[in-house]
């Protein structure tokens, strides 16, 4: 059976709370050093912000396909789906490949190094100074019942099976932190200026953003939308509440 630990609130004073707050901080003097590091005269592709912005208007048309009439809705459909001239249209032969563009321009390459370098060093500074100095508490208890597929996640570092799968070491403390702190950074330095360590590691791998495959996939998906006018319900909705509130 598991065992109830009480944590003691030196630990929370000195490896807790520190953790904590250095972990923020380095995830803001990262941004700003690879703000520093990024190349001033870099513009965008005009085709790809113009590909971007395409994908955003038929996503929006996606979200909000029953709030037109079904004619208006089919017009719009034809004019970004359609095979001859359609915004989402395009061809096999004028697929890119994203990889290739990249390490053609080394403006663009020498940029993702910089990325790169200002995610690899900081972690790996700060993992080894976690390891160093406080491998092997058990930082914090999470305050709801876990099961034990849990255990290797929030307990890496300590090997005590009879230890609660609620209890957090301090070695995964800084893994959630690491992954999880992304709605702190966008209070802290805005939505799109976020710092998200999963997006630059997929980007690290090979999976960037990829205009081509982004707007076959946005026109699959426009061509089975199934329209349905949802004027008629707000007129039955509001014939109920006035109902309700007449009786």
Known sequence: MAEDLVLDTAIRDWVLIPLSVVMVLIGILRYFVSKLMRSSNQVPDPKMVKEGQVIIRARNLRAAANYIPAKSFRARRVYF???ENGLLYVPKGQAQNPQAQMFSDP????????????????????????NFFFSG?????????LTQRFRSMLQNGIDLSTVDVS????????????FGLRGLFSLILGEENATDDTQRMMQMSGFGFDPTKSLGAEKD???????EWA???????????LKKLVS
């Open 231 to 241: 004027l008629p319900k707000f007129e039955r909705r509001a014939e109920a509440v």
């Open 221 to 227: 998906s426009l061509d089975i939308v199934q329209h």
């Open 167 to 178: 209890y957090v070491s301090s070695r995964s403390w800084y893994f959630l932190n690491l």
């Open 137 to 145: 508490f058990v930082a914090a208890k999470i305050p709801f019942p």
């Open 81 to 83: 789906n359609n095979e």
């Open 107 to 130: 403006n663009m390459a020498m940029d993702m190094m910089k990325k790169n370098l200002s995610m690899i060093i900081p972690q790996t500074l700060t993992y080894a100074w976690v």
